[in-house]
């Protein structure tokens, strides 16, 4: 699937005002451009094959059973249920579609000299936002909704020896920490003034 980076030690801190966030934030990916039609951030390490290997992995293969209310004993609600279940379904479809031109769009991804870039018009932001907001959900989901106790217990998993059965899971993981992970950088990015 992917890695974090080249680092085996380095782990996403998990609160987005911690110092150490902030540290890893910027060895990672950095902010270094924003105007008012687009926003620009140098990749580090390997982050640019880290987003796209991120991205490449959407959608996830997660069924998305709405449940529109725990008072429906009769199903009266079930036409409506299904309509949201198929509209989700056909807009995941639609983003999933929009995902592969954005990865081969070459004026997204930049490589030079001085590094890879990615120059994010503003009108895409909230777009890229739900892809990455969709694939973590979708790893939360696919991990049976994690709970801070069962966090923690993937987060030692991640850290130590694993028996293969146990990789899906890391892995899930993994992608739900950096989809956050790349989220709180655009979010970050999108309103520092």
């Not at 105007?35 to 998305?64: D, E």
Request: charge should be negative; aromatic fraction near 8%.
């Amino acid at each position: 699937m992917f890695t974090c980076c080249s680092n085996t030690s380095c782990r996403r801190p998990s609160k987005r005002n911690d110092p150490e966030f902030r540290r890893w934030r910027r060895t990672h990916l950095e902010l270094i451009e924003k105007t008012s039609g687009r926003i620009v951030f140098r990749f580090h390490q390997n982050g640019r094959a880290q987003l796209v290997s991120l991205l490449q992995c959407y959608p996830l293969p997660v069924k998305w059973d709405v449940e529109l209310s725990r008072n429906d004993p009769d199903g009266e609600l079930e036409e409506d249920r299904q309509f949201l279940e198929e509209t989700l379904e056909k807009k995941r479809e639609a983003m999933a579609e929009g995902l592969q031109r954005f990865l081969d769009s070459p004026t997204i991804f930049q490589s030079s000299d001085e590094g890879d870039f990615l120059r994010l018009p503003m009108d895409r932001v909230d777009w890229l936002l739900q892809v990455l907001n969709d694939l973590r959900i979708s790893a939360w989901r696919l991990l049976g909704c994690p709970d801070g106790d069962e966090k923690k217990a993937l987060e030692e998993l991640i850290q130590g020896e694993m028996p293969m059965e146990s990789m899906q899971k890391a892995q899930l993981f993994i992608l739900l920490e950096l989809a956050g992970y790349y989220q709180s950088v655009i979010l970050d990015g999108i309103m520092d003034e």
